[in-house]
């Protein structure tokens, strides 16, 4: 029984994880690759594995250890279509249980000629004059591109390109800012607690698990930017499970709204994010069923304790101390990968921004600025909308924005060259330069510190000298 039991749980593993799920989940939303067919070359840009170096190496990100070998001086099958974490090799197949081929003629709906019949459906819209252009993507970081697509439903490609984008930067450095400045300041604090841990254990269980992103072909790669970086769980929906619940649970009470109504808007932003990993073609069904439960496990053992940090940062006298000491020893215990990838510099900016905001949080304590409102005020009531609050609300967004991306603009302009002479890494190129550990974790750190920093303090600041609040 037991045995049963364990196999039917490994072939449901092996089921939430199989490409070709993704695969027709991305056909079925519209998503259409242009892969070549058989005998036909394979178009993309040169990987940095393929251009190789004048020491032999890769220029950008090196295939992981685990990754199918070169087959007799042969090319790397990880750097097929200029995706390195994506295509599965032997070994890959051994572990799903089944040859990919096998695996492709068994599947729904995307059988052993997915990839000529995708081809000669692009190829017939293009004829139709339905589609009369592809699109490419590529990582801005290494330069590595993708294969061609096509998008048949611009709507999902438009909502779930949203959805994603709740889970990257441009989202954090407005969303949290904004909350701060023009919401409750209580709350953005131990919101930004809770973003940190979560997102750290994540990064940091990638790279202990190191799992693969899916293979491509069958899987069509409409992201590259954090195609370099392992796959299980998904940091994604990591994040997009604990910022909505959270704020759920942070707000709800202290705020007069309906439980519904937020219950329903953070159920609504978790499934947006997480079914958009997969539209993207960045994780399997798997990886964000794992991230989802990974996030509620974090949620409800850290919950209990978010006072005490708060507390903690607030008012003990050495807490600043111990808050960069703490960042910095969490940062290089986790910086172990086998080869550069977006999430050791993510991992740096996030610690970076959570030690920011939580030293800022204690200056504003000792100072008197921004204090926490008194129970007996409590529950607050949202004030009516009126063009006036709009405005007032927009001046702030805009204004404090401005002063961060400066903020950041400025220190990276600082610390990237002061790190490549203190470290004597030549910084021609700017891109490698910022790959190499001992550069970007300083400039990530400090970086991203000094923004947090000043979202919650100089630019609270400036606003109550300019009569803001």
Same mark, same amino acid.
């Given at each position: 029984?037991?045995?049963?039991?364990?196999?039917?749980?490994?072939?449901?593993?092996?089921?939430?994880?199989?490409?070709?799920? @993704?695969?027709?989940?991305?056909?079925?939303?519209?998503?259409?690759?242009?892969?070549?067919?058989?005998?036909?070359?394979?178009?993309?840009?040169?990987?940095?594995?393929?251009?190789?170096?004048?020491?032999? $190496?890769?220029? $950008?990100?090196?295939?992981?250890? $685990?990754?199918?070998?070169?087959?007799?001086?042969?090319?790397?099958?990880?750097?097929?279509?200029?995706?390195?974490?994506?295509?599965?090799?032997?070994?890959?197949?051994?572990?799903?249980?089944?040859?990919?081929?096998?695996?492709?003629?068994?599947?729904?709906?995307?059988?052993?000629?997915?990839?000529?019949?995708?081809?000669?459906?692009?190829?017939?819209?293009?004829?139709?004059?339905?589609?009369?252009?592809?699109?490419?993507?590529?990582?801005?970081?290494?330069?590595?591109?993708?294969?061609?697509?096509?998008?048949?439903?611009?709507?999902?490609?438009?909502?779930?390109?949203?959805?994603?984008?709740?889970?990257?930067?441009?989202?954090?450095?407005?969303?949290?800012?904004?909350?701060?400045?023009?919401?409750?300041?209580?709350?953005?604090?131990?919101?930004?607690?809770?973003?940190?841990?979560?997102?750290?254990?994540?990064?940091?269980?990638?790279?202990?698990?190191?799992?693969?992103?899916?293979?491509?072909?069958?899987?069509?790669?409409?992201?590259?930017?954090?195609?370099?970086?392992?796959?299980?769980?998904?940091?994604?929906?990591?994040?997009?499970?604990?910022?909505?619940?959270?704020?759920?649970?942070?707000?709800?009470?202290?705020?007069?709204?309906?439980?519904?109504?937020?219950?329903?808007?953070?159920?609504?932003?978790?499934?947006?994010?997480?079914?958009?990993?997969?539209?993207?073609?960045?994780?399997?069904?798997?990886?964000?069923?794992?991230?989802?439960?990974?996030?509620?496990?974090?949620? @409800?053992?850290?919950?209990?304790?978010?006072?005490?940090?708060?507390?903690?940062?607030?008012?003990?006298?050495?807490?600043?101390?111990?808050?960069?000491?703490?960042?910095?020893?969490?940062?290089?215990?986790?910086?172990?990968?086998?080869?550069?990838?977006?999430?050791?510099?993510?991992?740096?900016?996030?610690? $970076?921004?959570?030690?920011?905001?939580?030293?800022?949080?204690?200056?504003?304590?000792?100072?008197?600025?921004?204090?926490?409102?008194?129970?007996?005020?409590?529950?607050?009531?949202?004030?009516?909308?009126?063009?006036?609050?709009?405005?007032?609300?927009?001046?702030?967004? @805009?204004?404090?924005?401005?002063?961060?991306?400066?903020?950041?603009?400025?220190?990276?302009?600082?610390?990237?060259?002061?790190?490549?002479?203190?470290?004597?890494?030549?910084?021609?190129?700017?891109?490698?330069?910022?790959?190499?550990?001992?550069?970007?974790?300083?400039?990530?750190?400090?970086?991203?510190?000094? @923004?947090?920093?000043?979202?919650?303090?100089?630019?609270?600041?400036?606003?109550?000298?300019?009569?803001?609040?």
């Amino acid at each position: 029984m037991a045995t049963d039991a364990n196999t039917g749980f490994l072939q449901l593993l092996e089921y939430l994880q199989d490409p070709y799920k @993704v695969a027709r989940f991305q056909q079925l939303c519209g998503v259409q690759g242009t892969f070549p067919e058989a005998g036909e070359p394979e178009r993309h840009s040169p990987h940095p594995c393929e251009r190789g170096s004048g020491d032999g $190496g890769c220029d $950008g990100p090196r295939p992981r250890k $685990g990754a199918a070998p070169a087959n007799n001086g042969k090319r790397d099958d990880s750097c097929r279509n200029g995706l390195r974490n994506g295509a599965a090799g032997a070994g890959e197949e051994a572990r799903l249980g089944a040859p990919l081929a096998g695996r492709q003629a068994a599947a729904a709906g995307v059988g052993g000629d997915a990839a000529p019949e995708g081809n000669r459906a692009a190829a017939k819209d293009r004829a139709n004059g339905q589609s009369k252009s592809t699109a490419r993507r590529r990582n801005s970081l290494t330069d590595e591109a993708g294969q061609e697509f096509v998008i048949r439903n611009k709507f999902l490609f438009y909502l779930f390109t949203f959805g994603t984008e709740l889970g990257n930067e441009l989202f954090y450095i407005t969303f949290f800012p904004f909350f701060i400045w023009n919401v409750d300041a209580y709350v953005s604090r131990r919101l930004i607690l809770v973003w940190v841990w979560v997102m750290y254990l994540g990064q940091c269980t990638k790279d202990v698990v190191r799992r693969s992103r899916p293979s491509s072909p069958p899987v069509v790669k409409v992201e590259m930017f954090y195609n370099s970086e392992y796959s299980m769980p998904s940091t994604h929906a990591m994040s997009g499970t604990a910022i909505p619940f959270s704020l759920f649970l942070l707000t709800y009470g202290r705020w007069e709204y309906p439980f519904m109504l937020g219950l329903v808007a953070a159920l609504s932003w978790c499934t947006l994010v997480c079914i958009s990993r997969i539209y993207m073609g960045m994780h399997s069904i798997l990886d964000v069923i794992v991230g989802f439960l990974y996030s509620i496990v974090i949620l @409800v053992a850290f919950q209990p304790a978010l006072d005490m940090i708060d507390r903690f940062n607030l008012t003990f006298r050495y807490a600043p101390l111990i808050i960069i000491s703490l960042h910095l020893g969490m940062g290089l215990f986790s910086f172990t990968l086998d080869t550069w990838s977006t999430s050791r510099g993510d991992t740096a900016q996030i610690l $970076g921004t959570g030690a920011g905001v939580a030293c800022a949080s204690h200056l504003n304590y000792l100072l008197g600025l921004m204090p926490d409102a008194p129970p007996s005020q409590l529950p607050f009531t949202p004030p009516p909308l009126s063009a006036a609050l709009v405005g007032m609300a927009g001046l702030r967004f @805009v204004l404090g924005v401005a002063v961060l991306l400066a903020t950041r603009a400025v220190m990276k302009a600082l610390t990237i060259p002061l790190a490549c002479r203190l470290f004597n890494v030549p910084c021609q190129d700017v891109r490698l330069a910022r790959q190499r550990m001992e550069v970007e974790l300083p400039y990530r750190y400090i970086v991203y510190g000094t @923004v947090g920093f000043n979202a919650l303090f100089l630019v609270p600041a400036l606003f109550t000298y300019l009569n803001l609040f």
